[in-house]
């Protein structure tokens, strides 16, 4: 009866209505066994009933709901669950904080708010007057100025209240409603600041009733793909304003469901949908004056299988829809259509848009209008629980001639910050590289070098790429003519003969020039011919020279023939990798990086590494040792990282990927006439990691041979950045204990060896010092723009 009501001799039920209570046919038929309800009915009756549900909860619930009704789903069918295609994942649902809404909606309706209050000559100090005192006690009559006064500043509050009462704020993908809930409370927030006012201007204000209504009705409207999404912000809406015995307000007519991006019926079915045709009130006045929200996440990849259809209507309908975009991108571009001249646009989106390939049609978009008002670039900081790298975007229609950016972490948002100016003529469809002026200085002396790295290398090249590293790669050695190791795909020790065996490097193996040493292999099945090409193995040939390797391979044949949906389900290809790349002209010396870094971590490989797809290796066009060792010094530099981390994506940490698209453009010099100088600075920097390692790799073993132990923590595989007294609680950790007489001897072996290791870290850094300082002077740099990048 809560939909309806109902009255009788013993009780009456007030009629809520607002669809929160109507008859819902499919709920009404589930029918719950006692022994269920007398399961959970205890736990359910201890629940506070009384305490307010927030918005933030329901948020969190709706969203890890999603996924739960995935895994029941699942469970039902006996199958399981695709993470990739949940429908968490598959609509970009993603709960948005409250500290990251309540910015938002202060920077946009509080602005819009501000600049009304502003126009209307709104002043706090004109309402704040002290009533004059007669001597007898009595109050003074008010001057015919006063009360002019007065009625200036009244008159301004009744036309701020109905401007209030016009504003009009839309979330196009509404999601469980935090958006127009923290909007909701703003604007509750202002006309309680009128009735504030007035009471200070006459001694009572008037409060208008039912605001809350109001404010539901008028100002606030959204639109969500997901039906559920839709119920959910009609719910934390009315639990915000819900009162006893007043009808809960009907929303269907302001939260609608429908698909926000497309109009067309054929395409999108029932979920098509029309903006003027729903809100056409809204329309009448030009559009809304804010649209505010969280866009969904989705790369046009997820949808093109499942959803031609629509993949193709949005690459006819929308400028930025460009390569491999993201479903957010088009949102933005979507978002400038409902808004009036005069209105604002913020999203918190990822910030990948503001370099990648695919963000070029939007980029063109927001320059060519000059739409981008300020971006507020959370870097590395993560906003949600799962890896995506966030910004606040803030658009509007407004003429201007640069655009406003700071760098921050997301949890410091309230606290007073510094924008940073970028004109406009900096920006083009190209990446936008947040820059200061004197910044973009420096960046345009750095390109007047004569090549790039393009110019330079011959290739940039990923490593091996097979589809089944489990079955390919082995953690092992090699002991007479076979490898012997660990195979995690039929979880066994195994050997193999070292004839189809390549050494094997992956990312943690590579670092800022260190010795390398493989501790992996690689089954190959190519044989290299005099040019470096890798030519295929038949299964013959591979059966008949290398018996233990075809026979390891014929155990993981299943696997290997079901890779990428049965592609190498024949008799030439099943044993082969899925990619050629990175298996020719391998065996020539080389730059290495490792593809992921939060510094430049390059050294040097004479030729006898293969690597993972997680290492990158440069080949020279032309060369040289003294050439690798050149441009060896050169890539290790600042310099390098100044650049690269103002090019390319930031991951989790500050790291940087150090791909072939982010290195190739680096601006570099020919190879200048002091290059001695520069490579013997660079075999230096290899020598004395190489000592260091050593150095290292002796005392560990040395530990773990005297104490028997098997894996040692993270510290202690850092020993020399301990000091003795932690070094010893390190191993009391592992359940080491030594007596005094033990303990003063391994004193004086650790600090003998410590200060070894400090001694040589101390010239690698002194080294590493100078290098830089070289680079400084090959680009020509001042004392300024040095200063730039050190502060970087």
């Known amino acids: 009866y809560l939909d309806k009501g109902h009255k009788d001799e013993h009780s009456e039920i007030f009629a809520y209505n607002g669809g929160l209570f109507s008859t819902d046919e499919l709920l009404d038929s589930v029918i719950i066994s006692d022994n269920i309800l007398q399961t959970h009915i205890k736990i359910l009756s201890e629940y506070d009933f009384d305490s307010e549900v927030d918005v933030n909860i329901l948020g969190h619930i709706f969203e890890n709901s999603l996924t739960e009704l995935d895994e029941v789903k699942a469970q039902l069918e006996g199958t399981a669950v695709d993470k990739s295609q949940t429908k968490r994942k598959k609509d970009g649902v993603f709960y948005t904080p409250k500290y990251i809404t309540k910015y938002i909606v202060e920077n946009t309706v ?13 002043n706090e100090e004109n309402y704040y007057q002290e009533a004059v005192i007669n001597k007898d006690g009595t109050k003074k009559k008010k001057t015919a100025k006063q009360i002019a006064t007065e009625k200036v500043a009244f008159d301004s509050l009744n036309a701020y209240r109905d401007w209030l009462l016009q504003i009009t704020i839309c979330d196009p993908a509404v999601g469980s409603g935090a958006f127009l809930n923290e909007a909701l409370n703003f604007l509750i927030a202002e006309h309680e600041y009128i009735v504030e006012l007035e009471t200070k201007l006459f001694g009572s204000g008037l409060a208008y009733p039912d605001i809350e209504n109001s404010i539901l009705e008028n100002n606030l409207f959204g639109v969500d793909i997901n039906e559920e999404s839709v119920e959910i912000a009609k719910l934390s809406l009315w639990l915000r304003t819900a009162q006893p015995r007043r009808k809960l307000n009907n929303l269907n007519d302001n939260i609608q469901c429908g698909n926000s991006l497309i109009d067309d019926v054929e395409v999108a079915g029932e979920k098509a949908f029309n903006w003027q045709t729903a809100f056409p009130q809204v329309f009448a006045k030009g559009g809304f004056d804010v649209v505010i929200g969280n866009p969904p996440y989705l790369r046009i990849q997820g949808l093109q299988d499942a959803y031609p259809e629509m993949v193709s209507y949005y690459d006819k309908q929308f400028e930025s829809a460009i390569g491999n975009y ?10 400038l259509e409902l808004i009036k001249q005069s209105g604002q646009v913020s999203f918190i989106l990822p910030h990948k848009f503001l370099i990648s390939e695919f963000g070029e049609g939007v980029r063109k978009l927001l320059a060519k209008d000059k739409l981008v008002a300020s971006l507020l670039h959370f870097e590395e900081h993560l906003v949600f629980e799962v890896t995506t790298y966030t910004c606040i975007l803030t658009l509007d229609k407004k003429p201007k001639t640069d655009l406003q950016f700071s760098f921050m972490n997301p949890q410091k948002i309230q606290e007073p910050f510094e924008w940073t100016s970028l004109s406009y003529d900096e920006l ?20 007047q070098q004569p090549l790039t790295a393009k110019d330079v290398f011959s290739k940039i090249f990923v490593g091996l790429q097979t589809s089944a590293d489990n079955v390919y790669l082995i953690d092992g050695y090699i002991e007479g003519n076979v490898v012997k190791g660990y195979s995690k795909s039929l979880n066994c020790e195994i050997e193999i003969e070292t004839g189809l065996m390549k050494p094997m490097l992956k990312g943690q193996d590579v670092s800022r020039y260190k010795a390398l040493e493989n501790q992996h292999f690689a089954i190959f099945p190519y044989n290299i011919n005099t040019d470096g090409k890798a030519i295929e193995m038949s299964e013959n040939e591979i059966a008949q020279k290398f018996p233990l390797g075809y026979a390891y391979l014929k155990a993981n044949e299943v696997a290997l023939r079901g890779r990428e949906k049965g592609r190498f389900d024949n008799p030439e290809e099943w044993f082969l990798f899925s990619r050629k790349q990175g298996i020719s002209e391998v065996e020539v010396p080389k730059i290495m990086t490792a593809e992921i870094a939060n510094y430049p971590s390059m050294t040097f490989d004479n030729g006898e590494m293969y690597h993972a797809t997680t290492v990158y290796s440069f080949v020279l066009k032309h060369p040289s040792e003294l050439a690798y060792k050149f441009y060896l010094s050169v890539l290790n530099s600042k310099l390098l990282w100044f650049y690269l981390s103002n090019t390319g994506t930031v991951l989790r940490g500050g790291y940087f990927r150090f791909k072939t698209k982010y290195l190739y453009p680096f601006p570099l010099p020919e190879i200048p006439e002091d290059a001695d100088s ?4 660079a075999d230096l920097m290899l020598t004395f990691n190489e000592q260091l390692q050593t150095l290292s790799e002796k005392f560990i073993r040395t530990l773990q041979r005297k104490f028997e132990i098997d894996k040692l923590s993270k510290k202690l595989e850092s020993w020399h950045e301990l000091t003795y007294a932690d070094f010893i609680k390190e191993l009391a950790k592992k359940k080491i204990k030594m007596s005094l007489a033990d303990e003063a001897e391994w004193e004086e072996y650790f600090l003998a060896e410590q200060t070894k290791a400090k001694q040589l870290i101390a010239e690698i850094d002194r ?5 830089d300082q070289m680079v400084y002077q090959l680009y020509d740099l001042t004392a300024d723009e040095i200063a730039i990048i050190e502060a970087s």
């Open 110 to 122: 509080g602005k819009l708010c501000t600049d009304k209050k502003l126009e209307l000559g709104i």
């Open 326 to 335: 993201d479903i957010y991108v088009l949102f933005i571009e979507r978002s």
């Open 428 to 447: 083009t469809h190209e990446k936008w590289n947040l820059l200061s002026n004197t910044e973009i200085n420096l960046f345009e002396k750095i390109h």
């Open 678 to 681: 520069f490579a013997q600075k």
């Open 767 to 771: 080294i590493d010092r100078e290098i």
